[in-house]
């Protein structure tokens, strides 16, 4: 059995020390097909990293949050703002508290830089992120948001800056899941399948986890739904990941047209810490066929069959060439089953 490094890589957060102000930060970029399309930030401000000060009630924490969008270097927008934590009864109960912005930006390349201080304690170290965004949304093509992982929902009674397609969407800003987390949330939107595949059409969209290392599909762990198209079309799915081994994994989207053809697909990467040995459906011995009968890309299989060359005859090199200019799925895996088959490898 082939055994796998988990590399704690946190993504698109960065966690201060104690000694200064820590914090999870994320981002999304979403669209608005009748106006513009925005970047949505996810903060997740850890209570006991800031000073507390006494109110009616208990013990309340401050942060200033600073945000600076630059667009060719130059400033573009911005916004700064106090944020208050909840308020605690006592020190040995301290809550952690997220928050949530959004800013229109148009097509375009961005930078955007976050500094979180401590109100109650200016001379502790703030916390600092900087990410460069890209938003480049067509009208003639299906496009899609971010993938937003979430630690909950809940139908919308009350409009806010977390409500989006009738739900209150609370982030999980870590893309990193332990044993205790057996839930994977999450929150997607396409764009624009009406104009591409007609209206009122059927679509569905299908999600997996795939392992990052070989693209293995754990069994039982996808789902499906249908829709018809629409300017804008929302997905808010989960899946039970308890028995999901430790490892690294994409959370996958396809979006399939009424003849089962891939419009679109969208990754999340996300690494999951559990004592599990192996995972639902891995077999220690899986056929040629088992293994690359979960390849579908047309890029991944042209690698595939390139691969083959440096330790091929020359007749073998022909049929790859062939394979390859006619750049079809199906084929270019039944080549790649019949050559590992053909030289006795069990993966």
């Excluded at 397609?165 to 839930?183: A, F, R």
């Amino acid at each position: 059995m082939k055994k796998h490094v988990l590399i704690f890589v946190f993504g698109w957060f960065f966690l201060q020390s104690q000694a200064s102000v820590t914090a999870y930060f994320n981002y999304g970029v979403f669209n608005v097909p009748s106006g513009s399309p925005f970047i949505e930030t996810y903060l997740t401000v850890i209570g006991g990293s800031i000073k507390h000060k006494p109110v009616n009630g208990g013990l309340q924490g401050s942060v200033n949050i600073k945000v600076l969008i630059t667009k060719n270097g130059e400033l573009y927008t911005g916004d700064n703002y106090n944020l208050l934590s909840p308020i605690d009864k006592d020190s040995l109960n301290i809550s952690s508290f997220i928050d949530n912005h959004r800013y229109a930006l148009p097509n375009g390349s961005y930078g955007i830089e976050i500094t979180l201080t401590d109100n109650n304690d200016p001379s502790k170290k703030s916390f600092t992120y900087k990410e460069n965004v890209v938003i480049n949304y067509s009208k003639s093509e299906i496009s899609c948001s971010s993938i937003q992982a979430l630690e909950s929902y809940a139908k919308t009674v009350n409009q806010s800056s977390i409500s989006k397609s009738g739900y209150d969407l609370i982030p999980y800003n870590v893309n990193y899941y332990p044993e205790k987390q057996n839930k994977l949330l999450f929150y997607f939107e396409s764009y624009g399948t009406d104009t591409v595949l007609g209206k009122n059409q059927n679509f569905v969209y299908e999600y997996h986890v795939e392992r990052k290392e070989d693209m293995f599909k754990p069994e039982g762990l996808g789902g499906f739904k249908k829709q018809a198209t629409s300017k804008v079309n929302p997905l808010l799915g989960q899946l039970d990941i308890t028995n999901l081994e430790t490892g690294n994994y994409y959370l996958v989207i396809e979006l399939k047209d009424k003849n089962n053809k891939v419009q679109l697909e969208k990754k999340w990467f996300f690494q999951r810490k559990n004592g599990i040995v192996k995972p639902i459906g891995y077999k220690e011995n899986r056929s040629v066929y088992e293994f690359f009968g979960n390849y579908n890309n047309l890029d991944t299989l042209k690698m595939f069959v390139e691969c083959l060359w440096p330790i091929s005859s020359t007749v073998e090199r022909d049929w790859q060439i062939n394979v390859s200019v006619q750049k079809n799925p199906e084929l270019m895996k039944k080549y790649i089953v019949d050559y590992w088959q053909k030289n006795q490898v069990i993966l």
